[in-house]
């Protein structure tokens, strides 16, 4: 079964881990979600700063 890694330095998607662990997010079920990952990382970091929120 393949995995799926965004590379956020060049926007790219790969197939397998290619690049600098630094430079990549992932690893992703699918190339659909790879290419999703700036838009995940988003959701996530609002969920995080609206759970740190309420533990004010």
Do not use: C, K
């Not at 659909?32 to 700063?49: H, S």
Request: no cysteine; proline share 5%.
């Amino acid at each position: 079964m393949a995995e799926w890694w965004y590379n956020h330095v060049t926007g790219e998607v790969e197939e397998g881990p290619q690049s600098l662990g630094i430079d990549r997010d992932g690893p992703f079920a699918t190339r659909e979600e790879a290419e999703r990952a700036p838009e995940i990382a988003a959701e996530r970091a609002r969920r995080w700063a609206a759970e740190d929120a309420s533990d004010d």
